[in-house]
């Protein structure tokens, strides 16, 4: 089966990529009848069975690109014998693919169980021995139930390796190459990745068959659809700073470095009147979970969490990203930076700056393309309440090092 001409899959709809009505009638039941550029280049080949690579930023998708073909390429499965594997690599990641993919395995009376770290096995274990075609997992607790011998990925048919340059990045690979070492050799392999090289390209190489290689939507181009503000701020005046953004949009995400941090400055906020909750590896699971659905639906305006905790999730309508502290490279500014700007929408990106940070974000900025100023702002400052609508200016030149910092006004007391 050969894929559709470029033009023709351009226009196509999910039954003009060749996916089987009831899946189409799924989607169809749930507003989703145009597909995603991603979607479009990944599905015909996918769905004949061929190894792929997808470089494609989380909210492109790519969910549905691999998960389309996987639930309509797989056959009924045996107890403790799953026919499909999605390895992902954080449990937040795990809950939301497979709620992204358990309506399409119903509409072919599949099962799916999530099997991640931080939560009771039991129920996981329960699911497995029944009996599921779908398995999705983080590498760890699925290694756990292949040495209690709970399941067995000999009759994997098709295995998906989600956010596998964030696997690399978290140190997974080994459990990974562990795992795919004892699927069925003639599977079949997607494979999503922001880079193809180093580790990432070594699992290409070694455990993939001449793939089919698709990207969408570049570092640069995630870029050019991004709002960007760079803010000099003053330690003592800096969670005002991010209030004042926060109460100017509907749901605003903060990353911070450390765990400590992010639970530091969602009580700063909490005690500034704003409705945040922090999300870091240290927080129970359903503690975790439980922020992200209030912070989905807007009952939390405000998300404060670290890199870890947030990479790879897809939420709709976040109108705000503040980087709180700013990020250690280029690549970490773009994947926190592309939980907004989702799926070719505009977003607001905002940094906020602290006076000895100054020349690393300025070298940031060099590496990542934008050339705006850092400029100095206070936390009564009226342009925080619509900072998409404030034009900075161009930044011509590196900044220099400031004068010395006086502090922020101070605000005059009412009578």
């Not at 799916?112 to 398995?135: D, F, H, N, S, W």
């Not at 997974?172 to 795992?179: C, D």
């Not at 670290?306 to 990020?327: C, F, K, M, Q, S």
């Not at 609508?389 to 590196?398: C, G, L, Q, R, T």
């Amino acid at each position: 089966m050969t894929s559709p001409p470029t033009e023709q899959l351009a226009a196509a709809d999910f039954d003009g990529l060749g996916v089987p009505e009831p899946i189409v009638a799924v989607l169809a039941a749930r507003d989703i009848t145009d597909p995603f550029p991603i979607q479009r280049l990944v599905i015909p080949d996918a769905l004949a069975g061929r190894d792929i690579t997808g470089r494609a930023k989380t909210g492109s998708g790519k969910t549905l690109a691999f998960g389309i073909p996987l639930v309509a390429n797989i056959a009924p499965a045996a107890a403790k014998r799953p026919a499909a594997l999605v390895l992902v690599p954080t449990r937040e990641l795990a809950v939301q693919v497979s709620e992204e993919l358990r309506p399409l395995a119903a509409a072919r009376d599949f099962a799916l169980a999530a099997v991640y770290g931080g939560a009771p096995i039991g129920k996981q274990l329960a699911a497995v021995r029944r009996g599921v075609e779908v398995v999705v997992a983080t590498p760890g607790r699925l290694i756990d139930l292949l040495e209690r011998g709970e399941v067995a990925l000999d009759e994997i048919t098709v295995l998906v390796i989600d956010e596998a340059d964030q696997m690399a990045d978290m140190g997974f690979l080994p459990q990974v190459r562990r795992i795919m070492r004892t699927v069925a050799a003639d599977r079949q392999t997607m494979l999503f990745s922001a880079t193809l090289d180093g580790q990432v390209g070594g699992l290409v190489l070694n455990y993939m068959n001449d793939p089919a290689v698709h990207e969408v939507e570049s570092a640069v181009a995630a870029v050019e659809t991004m709002e960007h503000r760079f803010l000099e701020v003053h330690h003592m005046d800096k969670a005002r700073v991010a209030e004042a953004i926060a109460r100017g949009a509907d749901r605003t995400l903060m990353f911070v470095r450390t765990k400590h941090g992010c639970d530091r400055v969602a009580r700063e906020l909490q005690e500034l009147g704003v409705a945040a909750r922090a999300i870091h590896g240290d927080l129970p699971q359903r503690t975790r979970e439980d922020a992200l659905q209030r912070f989905a639906q807007g009952s939390v305006p405000v998300l404060v969490a670290t890199n870890v905790a947030a990479r790879g999730l897809h939420i709709e309508g976040v109108d705000v990203v503040i980087h709180y502290d700013p990020p250690d490279d280029p690549k970490t500014y773009l994947h926190r930076s592309g939980r907004t700007a989702r799926a070719g929408e505009s977003g607001l990106v905002v940094t906020l700056v602290e006076w000895d940070q100054l020349q690393e974000v300025v070298r940031i900025q060099a590496q990542a393309g934008i050339n705006i100023a850092i400029v100095k702002m206070f936390s009564n400052d009226p342009r925080l309440l619509d900072l998409g609508s404030w034009e900075p200016p161009i930044e011509d030149a590196p900044v220099k090092k400031p004068a010395p910092y006086r502090g922020p006004p101070r605000r005059r007391r009412r009578r």
